[in-house]
């Protein structure tokens, strides 16, 4: 069996940068939790716990110590919160959510009405919808859902950073019709649109792909429906000891690739495992 691994793996800008802040300070004394999973990797936050970093679900459920805002990002309400609480707040959002939050708020201010492409219990729209304070947000999912809004007049378009390009680009074309003036911004994150691309080169030339990564992680979830609609077979594992072995027993040719946030190792384990298999 020849197991084809991708061009690029590993974790993107934000997770590492994330994990990185969250290593320095666990350096110093003191407790420090995660307003959620720091990532969406369950074997990542294992490890994190491992350490002594413990994922919450709430700030009622922290005392003291300090507080780590995820890469996703959160509702800033959230943030103002946990330092009137005393907490020492340590921002882990990625750099390209900002951006996304900060034209969604820009927008809301200039009296565009804001469309939110993206997952709506997704954490970084949460966040991103959460500190718009004027005018009116949709949040859509879906071309189905962009016809059945309302005529916008001044309508302003962000997107999920980890949102499939594909569909963004159809729900676009849907929106321009619904409004006078459509402003658009593309804020889906330049690693996801590699990671896209890598995809669907791969899937091209392969019998079965396997992505690998979190079930809860949405990037990861794009690869994997990306995949599933060029045609070819698709597994969506978190780990090696997820692969069913005779599912790849008769296949000649298998491609893995992974989401932003899954550990390289983990791919190159998963790819070591199933040459065993062979
Ligand atoms: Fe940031 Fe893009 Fe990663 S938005 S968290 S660098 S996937």
Redesign the pocket.
Do not use: E, W
């Given at each position: 069996m020849q197991v084809i691994l991708p061009p690029r793996m590993g974790f993107?800008?934000?997770?590492k940068r994330a994990l990185k802040l969250i290593a320095d300070e666990a350096k110093k004394v003191g407790e420090i939790y995660t307003l959620g999973d720091l990532i969406h990797n369950p074997q990542v936050v294992e490890e994190l716990k491992k350490e002594g970093i413990k994922s919450v679900a709430d700030l009622s459920q922290v005392k003291k110590g300090t507080i780590v805002i995820r890469?996703h990002g959160i509702d800033p309400s959230l943030k103002e919160k946990a330092v009137k609480k005393g907490l020492k707040v340590l921002d882990a959002t990625?750099p390209?959510?900002l951006r996304v939050q900060k034209i969604a708020k820009l927008m809301s201010q200039e009296s565009y009405e804001v469309i939110v492409v993206g997952v709506v219990s997704h954490p970084e729209v949460i966040g991103v919808t959460a500190g718009i304070n004027k005018g009116k947000v949709y949040v859509i999912g879906s071309p189905e859902e962009a016809k059945k809004l309302p005529f916008i007049k001044k309508m302003g378009v962000i997107v999920q950073?980890?949102e499939n390009l594909d569909n963004f680009r159809n729900i676009v074309k849907d929106l321009v019709e619904k409004s006078e003036e459509c402003r658009v911004f593309n804020t889906i994150?330049e690693?996801?649109k590699q990671r896209q691309k890598d995809a669907k080169n791969l899937a091209k030339k392969v019998e079965a792909m396997i992505v690998v990564g979190g079930h809860n992680s949405s990037?990861t979830y794009q690869l994997f429906k990306l995949c599933q609609n060029i045609g070819v077979k698709t597994y969506f594992i978190e780990k090696e000891g997820n692969l069913v072995e005779k599912e790849y027993k008769n296949l000649n040719k298998v491609g893995i690739i992974g989401g932003?946030s899954t550990p390289k190792e983990t791919l190159e384990r998963v790819k070591k495992k199933l040459l065993s298999i062979d």
């Open positions: 993107c800008f934000g997770v890469a990625c390209y959510v950073t980890t994150c690693v996801i990037n932003t």
